[in-house]
């Protein structure tokens, strides 16, 4: 970890990470750094003493409170897939362009899922919405369709100030309580290697200022735009993730901030991208050690390469989603819909990657015997001994409906039960079942002023343009 | 754990162990044990020094002994499906029993994949064989052809003599060579609750006494065979498993043994067994802690519930096989071919497992960096700086042919070059593999004279009418 620790820092003194925002240069410089034109140089103690700053546990309440979220500490939350331009589904069996329909079914299966606890980007971009007023539209379905903890993208001033002040009317706060503790987060992704954008930064400053919650996740593929080597990779995506960190922390010290890692490697003989591999798994393990060592919480993601949600899809999915959680991962984004390097989502790999998030907090779960010496269970074995069996003895019938996890789309029957049920595969029942998800969904409650005002002010920044879309 | 473990020796100070096996018996009674018919009551001083002499590392050195093999310690090893009654694969696309052919085909298999380190017992059962018989010729053709360490069913005398005498001729040694080192290995499963059946036993004895390597797997299914809390489930377990190792160190103080866990749940509406979830994962690291209390190799399974190769079938498995892993398990059975709660053996399944066991392998592999700074890639980042890419620097050229785990199966092509390639879906894709793999599979070398020994004496046995079928 020191080794690590040491290049992240000899990184960010000696070679330096581009800001390309004037303002974050002139916020740099102001706090002692070397500056070379877009070039920051970092001094490991003006870093170390940025992160002293940052808390290691905070929270993000939504509009109804009842869905307030922990970051840190022994907390997992688990979000949706975010931001693929392409949608697949079973019954059209083509990559299409997402659509506004779609997103808002995506947003109905998130609020749907107890194991889906924030809502992250859009999990479709709904490419039918003008890009100049589309910010407005999908945050408008994310804030009516559910009502948990929302995410808004850092894509320059006017989107991420917009997404601010919707946010605050949906839950029906002042400006003084939406600055007093985080409602929502973003998430900005450096663009590798050793480079911030302006737009990103524009956002991550706006919301560092009002104390909302901020997620840095460099995206480092090893063997393109990082080292060839995983540890090396990790190095370069630490200093790229928390040169922004020490960023906001100066600007606003204390502010929430997360470290997410997107490291993972190429196909040396194609170039292509690979996710939920061995060196994926490790790099995140790796990571989950150096935020134990900054005190920072942690995202990762649930990825995979598979084009259809098929078996290389879900051992792919498997590897991502444990080596997040038992890297120690807060955040694990595109934990459900993920396919083609997230290119498409699912509505099919939704509901399988819900299947396996509730297996995973289940697993999670503290194991009860500490609290109750019955489940050692030596009198039930006294009853039964060499002969009996356990169905129907008072120690099974005190226990059965909360012993196990609960299977929702998982087929436990024999062949011939299965069979005779018309040999179902999984992606085909995962179809069935998000269509029959989609029809119980409920809306949940919004004051109906609340929901007019949220109209009104779509409608008037619809009316005044709203954001521009030529960078 | 002290909590388990006493559980564990109350059950079988207290409620004691059936062994319907008399010689088991009077051995037991011999030591010390008290003794009500079938029911033998070991003290927990007993027990406790009867695994004092079992080794905590071993080795298994088959008829090619650069396949030899070490259990314990920080060894993985992984097995092929084993005992299925019946077979399917996507051309046949029914459940049809096993057959001499395609038992043979998943030999092929096991000995082609390096991540296959020992053959179980028969991928699936070649019912077209006579009973009497059978083992004789499955034997036969596990010996010719695979040339890992083997596998021979404890199920009564003939038998196991049958299977060590054919491990003898075909590594061509003496009796004394057989006996001075383990050469093979059986496992038996208790009838649980708390019995052991006479056949296993037999075997066990007799493996026991030629000092070859021993596992038992008590099938302890929480809710049915075994309580309904998990903890008991694994106390129970250990009381069953732990009995027979006693049994075999009382025989031959310090023969191998392995404790085997196959602690699982059923579904309590339908009474189906389930495999792979968060309940197996947990009871499988619980029993990883108490094999390391006991100083005891361990022995875990890949498992599935899931009919066919697909999404449930690889969540499932990759739950199994990462949980056995991760609690510290030596052996891995079961690890390749698995479908339908074991009733099943799949030959598409077979490489799909083999595709998340070569990922397992790669991830344990030491990280490197530790011994090359390079790895650490400042210099690398320095060269690359904020503009560039990392494809074709010095640093990249020099490590890149083993820098990333490469797949066989999957398929990282994005979703364009997927669909122009037929779109084929992993399953697919796997039955075209090992399809391959059969046609490109070759016979590890047998000197022709120990060929025709060991050929003799199958037909020699077969003329003596093979072994009895009344139990």
């Known amino acids: 970890m020191e080794a690590i620790h040491d290049t992240a820092m000899r990184v960010l003194e000696e070679i330096g990470v581009a800001?390309?925002?004037?303002?974050?240069?002139?916020?740099?410089?102001?706090?002692?750094?070397?500056?070379?034109?877009?070039?920051?140089?970092m001094g490991r103690d003006f870093v170390m003493e940025m992160l002293s700053h940052a808390p290691e546990q905070w929270t993000i309440t939504p509009r109804n409170p009842d869905r307030k979220i922990t970051v840190g500490g022994n907390h997992i939350l688990f979000g949706n897939v975010s931001s693929p331009p392409n949608y697949w589904d079973m019954e059209i069996d083509?990559?299409?362009?997402?659509?506004?329909?779609?997103?808002?079914?995506?947003?109905?299966?998130?609020?749907?899922?107890?194991?889906?606890?924030?809502?992250?980007?859009?999990?479709?971009?709904?490419?039918?919405?003008?890009?100049?007023?589309?910010h407005l539209d999908a945050l408008f379905d994310k804030l009516t369709l559910t009502d948990k903890a929302p995410h808004a993208y850092s894509l320059g001033p006017e989107r991420i100030e917009d997404g601010m002040e919707m946010v605050r009317i949906a839950a029906g706060i002042s400006h003084e309580e939406f600055d007093a503790t985080p409602r929502m987060f973003t998430n900005i992704n450096s663009t590798s290697p050793l480079k911030h954008d302006w737009p990103?930064?524009?956002?991550?400053?706006?919301?560092a200022r009002r104390g909302q919650g901020l997620l840095v996740?460099?995206?480092?593929?090893?063997?393109?735009?990082?080292?060839?080597?995983?540890?090396?990779?990790?190095?370069?995506?630490?200093?790229?993730?928390?040169?922004?960190?020490?960023?906001?922390?100066?600007?606003?010290?204390?502010?929430?901030?997360?470290?997410?890692?997107?490291?993972?490697?190429?196909?040396?003989?194609?170039?292509?991208?690979?996710?939920?591999?061995?060196?994926?798994?490790?790099?995140?393990?790796?990571?989950?050690?150096?935020?134990?060592?900054?005190k920072l919480p942690m995202r990762s993601s649930g990825a995979c390469?598979?084009?259809?949600?098929?078996?290389?899809?879900?051992?792919?999915?498997?590897?991502?989603?444990?080596?997040?959680?038992?890297?120690?991962?807060?955040?694990?984004?595109?934990?459900?819909?993920?396919?083609?390097?997230?290119?498409?989502?699912?509505?099919?790999?939704?509901?399988?990657?819900?299947?396996?998030?509730?297996?995973?907090?289940?697993?999670?779960?503290?194991?009860?015997?500490?609290?109750?010496?019955?489940?050692?269970?030596?009198?039930?074995?006294?009853?039964?001994?060499?002969?009996?069996?356990?169905?129907g003895i008072q120690h099974t019938q005190d226990r059965y409906e909360t012993a196990f996890w609960q299977p929702s789309l998982s087929d436990w029957k024999n062949f011939e039960g299965w069979q005779a049920q018309g040999g179902v595969w999984t992606a085909e029942r995962a179809h069935l079942l998000y269509k029959r998800i989609l029809e119980d969904y409920e809306e949940p409650p919004m004051d109906p002023d609340i929901r007019a005002e949220l109209t009104e002010f779509v409608e008037r920044r619809r009316a005044e343009g709203g954001a521009p879309t030529d960078f």
Chains 1, 2 share one sequence.
């Open 19 to 41: 800001f390309l925002n004037p303002e974050a240069v002139a916020i740099l410089k102001h706090a002692g750094c070397r500056v070379d034109g877009e070039i920051v140089y």
């Open 94 to 134: 083509r990559k299409i362009p997402g659509t506004r329909q779609y997103y808002a079914n995506f947003l109905r299966l998130s609020q749907y899922y107890n194991c889906i606890h924030f809502i992250g980007g859009y999990s479709v971009e709904p490419v039918d919405l003008h890009p100049s007023t589309r």
């Open 200 to 207: 990103m930064l524009d956002g991550w400053m706006r919301m």
């Open 217 to 294: 996740s460099p995206f480092t593929l090893a063997g393109a735009m990082a080292p060839v080597t995983m540890v090396g990779a990790v190095a370069q995506s630490l200093a790229e993730g928390l040169s922004a960190i020490a960023l906001a922390q100066y600007i606003n010290p204390g502010v929430p901030c997360a470290f997410g890692t997107f490291t993972s490697n190429v196909d040396m003989k194609t170039g292509a991208p690979a996710f939920g591999t061995p060196e994926y798994m490790r790099a995140t393990q790796i990571t989950g050690q150096m935020c134990r060592y900054y």
């Open 305 to 391: 390469a598979a084009n259809v949600p098929d078996g290389q899809a879900m051992w792919e999915t498997s590897n991502s989603l444990w080596a997040g959680v038992q890297s120690g991962s807060h955040i694990i984004y595109h934990a459900a819909g993920w396919l083609e390097g997230g290119l498409i989502a699912s509505p099919e790999k939704f509901v399988m990657d819900c299947e396996v998030l509730s297996q995973i907090l289940r697993y999670f779960e503290p194991v009860l015997w500490r609290t109750d010496p019955g489940d050692l269970a030596y009198e039930a074995m006294d009853e039964v001994r060499h002969n009996g069996h356990f169905f």
